[in-house]
């Protein structure tokens, strides 16, 4: 005990390592803007629910097995008087009972497990459920509305207490998406097409993650969920739909210029106008949305404007290489994409 005491004092690491270690455990605790300890739709409360339930389950095992454990240690511990304890070679009874016990916990753990997982895969059907198809890209999701006609990026709107099935394709590589207080995630696969659905009970912004590893910039690769109310999520539809006006304002006019005479155009759709690539983000609403580079960003004209700079410099291995764009350039551009309301 004392050479522990000394070796303590003399090695500030160890004690760093210790606080270290129970502020991870702590960190533990909170519930972040990804926790899906704290759900907010139906499909994410069953699987929160599932959750808690083996959690505590496990706890209260450990609890009785280490307590016994502790017990028996401390209590049938080796005295010098003693001699040779009694030797025991099996108890039937015994055997019996700690097999019948696990063979419970499992029943009890195995009937919501089932009816969790038949309740999250039995997708949605009818009129009032709402369709998207969520396409991971690196490093940036899509999400389509085939019966909407609306196609956006980064950012997915739903209206609140409304079940929304999703289809989940991949472009390129496997993606998986994942919106911890709505639902668990699924893996985005390319020429494969898997279905989850989805509800947020609460209005809100949701942070989600792709959650697969998908190359260099898999942890920029996020995105938000908006939760909005109906009267709001009809509105954004109807924004969404509508073809923007030509930008009347001189320098987003010349910023419209000088996107359709570059590369812009052979990688980024704008309903309306020439540009009618479909390896970047759909760009038609650009300046609805509030974060930009598969949400990685706030989307505000400085960030705007670093990203058009150097974008492999903002998010390693980005497809969208370095147009060598000059300041004026940039600053038109960004009027410009900002204008796409
Ligand atoms: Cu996409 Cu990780």
């Given at each position: 005990m004392a050479s522990r005491v000394h070796l303590l004092?003399?090695?500030?690491?160890?004690?760093?390592?210790?606080?270290?270690?129970?502020?991870?455990?702590?960190?533990?605790?909170?519930?972040g803007p990804q926790s899906a300890l704290a759900p907010a739709g139906p499909v994410g409360m069953r699987e929160a629910g599932l959750y808690n339930l083996i959690f505590w389950m496990a706890v209260v095992v450990f609890v009785l097995v280490e307590g016994l454990l502790l017990f028996t240690a401390l209590r049938?511990?080796?005295?010098?008087?003693?001699?040779?304890?009694?030797?025991?070679?099996?108890?039937?009874?015994?055997?019996?009972?700690?097999?019948?016990?696990?063979?419970?916990?499992?029943?009890v753990i195995a009937v919501p497990t089932i009816t969790t997982i038949a309740s999250a895969s039995t997708i949605p059907q009818g009129p009032d459920v709402l369709k998207v198809t969520v396409?991971?890209?690196?490093?940036?999701?899509?999400?389509?509305?085939?019966?909407?006609?609306?196609?956006?990026a980064d950012e997915m709107h739903i209206p609140v207490g409304t079940k929304v099935a999703l289809t989940v394709e991949s472009a390129d590589v496997i993606h998986s998406f994942w919106v911890p207080r709505l639902a668990g995630k699924i893996q985005a696969i390319p020429r494969r097409q898997n279905e989850m659905w989805l509800q947020g009970d609460e209005i809100g912004e949701f942070y989600?993650?792709?959650?697969?590893?998908?190359g260099t910039s898999h942890a920029n690769m996020r995105f938000r969920v908006f939760v909005q109310s109906k009267a709001d999520f009809d509105a954004w539809v109807k924004d969404q739909q509508a073809?923007?006006?030509?930008?009347?304002?001189?320098?987003?006019?010349?910023?419209?210029?000088?996107?359709?005479?570059?590369?812009?155009?052979?990688?980024?759709?704008?309903?309306?106008?020439?540009?009618?690539?479909?390896?970047?983000?759909?760009?038609?609403?650009?300046?609805?949305?509030?974060?930009?580079?598969?949400?990685?960003?706030?989307?505000?004209?400085?960030?705007?404007a670093m990203w058009l700079h150097d974008p492999p410099g903002v998010k390693p291995g980005s497809i969208m290489p370095n147009l060598g764009l000059t300041d004026d350039e940039i600053k038109a551009l960004v009027a410009y994409l900002d204008s796409l309301k």
């Open positions: 004092r003399r090695r500030p690491l160890v004690w760093i390592l210790l606080a270290g270690l129970l502020a991870l455990l702590i960190s533990g605790c909170g519930t049938f511990r080796r005295r010098t008087s003693d001699g040779i304890p009694s030797q025991i070679h099996g108890n039937t009874r015994l055997e019996i009972v700690w097999t019948i016990i696990p063979v419970l916990i499992l029943i396409i991971g890209h690196q490093w940036w999701w899509e999400f389509r509305y085939p019966d909407l006609g609306i196609v956006t989600g993650q792709c959650y697969q590893l998908c073809v923007p006006a030509p930008p009347t304002d001189p320098e987003a006019a010349k910023g419209a210029q000088i996107f359709q005479s570059k590369a812009c155009v052979g990688c980024h759709t704008i309903a309306g106008t020439n540009a009618k690539g479909t390896i970047g983000p759909n760009l038609t609403h650009f300046g609805s949305r509030t974060t930009i580079a598969g949400a990685m960003l706030e989307k505000t004209d400085a960030n705007l």
